[in-house]
């Protein structure tokens, strides 16, 4: 059973970079052939995809967001982290780590996933 843990400040100022980490435990991360997605649902609205890296360090960006955003790996650790540069307001957000079997960019349904972290809420604000 892979179980995912997401980490990280709740809170922080604008302008700043939020930093995430996911915690995986189940499974290896380079040897595991799961692709570790980062995916975030903003108060009321629907989940957004972020980015994607995989078992073997490749990654993979929403063209919304790869302009300041950078997802890595720690396999000594066992962990994905998420940086996200330059944070507004509009970044609020549940962020989760999700894991899937096979590579399906952009996708924001629960469904596609196989295994799903608790999520952490992130607020940013001044």
């Known amino acids: 059973q892979v179980q995912l843990q997401e980490s990280g400040p709740g809170l922080v100022k604008p302008s700043q970079t939020l930093s995430l980490t996911c915690t995986v435990s189940?499974?290896?991360?380079?040897?595991?052939?799961?692709?570790w997605n980062w995916i975030r649902q903003p108060p009321g609205k629907g989940l957004e995809w972020m980015g994607v890296?995989?078992?073997?360090?490749?990654?993979y960006y929403s063209p919304h967001l790869k302009s300041r955003t950078y997802i890595a790996r720690d396999t000594s650790k066992n962990q994905v982290t998420l940086q996200l540069l330059s944070v507004t307001p509009e970044d609020t957000a549940v962020y989760y780590c999700?894991?899937?079997?096979?590579?399906?960019?952009?996708?924001?349904?629960?469904?596609?996933?196989?295994?799903w972290g608790q999520g952490t809420q992130v607020t940013v604000s001044s």
């Open positions: 890296i995989s078992y073997s360090g490749s990654t």
């Open positions: 189940g499974a290896s991360i380079p040897t595991g052939y799961y692709y």
């Open positions: 999700a894991a899937s079997k096979t590579l399906i960019l952009g996708a924001a349904a629960e469904n596609v996933y196989d295994y």
